[in-house]
């Protein structure tokens, strides 16, 4: 079994009650700032980011996700369809620290629409 991680959250995955629906359970959550990306959002669609030297993000900072709500939450983001996991710099009341972040997968943005029927 993997370490468990920490995974920045900038969107529907604030709402801890979506967040536990989906993993069967809760996370020690804190306030953090996304470093170097930029959130975005397109009429009619879900918010994303992207990488952007010198911008920054406010979301939450999701503490200890074991590998199987990672799996979870991946699942529901399409991971390796519509957003892609990686690593990223956020900054939390004790600094600096490494997470995982959900970015836009350039070749999905036409799909990212809610409820649409073309979402895998």
């Not at 809760?26 to 030297?53: G, I, K, M």
Request: charged share 25%; proline share 8%.
């Amino acid at each position: 079994m993997t370490k468990p991680q920490n995974l920045f959250v900038y969107g529907t995955l604030r709402d801890p009650a979506l967040v536990k629906e989906l993993t069967g359970r809760s996370f020690d959550t804190e306030e953090a700032w996304l470093l170097d990306h930029e959130r975005r959002q397109l009429p009619h669609t879900y918010p994303f980011v992207v990488p952007a030297p010198g911008h920054r993000v406010r979301g939450l900072l999701l503490r200890n996700v074991d590998s199987a709500a990672l799996a979870a939450l991946d699942r529901y983001e399409c991971e390796g369809v519509l957003y892609a996991r990686v690593r990223a710099r956020v900054k939390t009341r004790h600094g600096i620290e490494d997470a995982y972040v959900y970015v836009a997968r350039g070749d999905a943005l036409p799909y990212c629409e809610p409820n649409s029927s073309t979402r895998p």
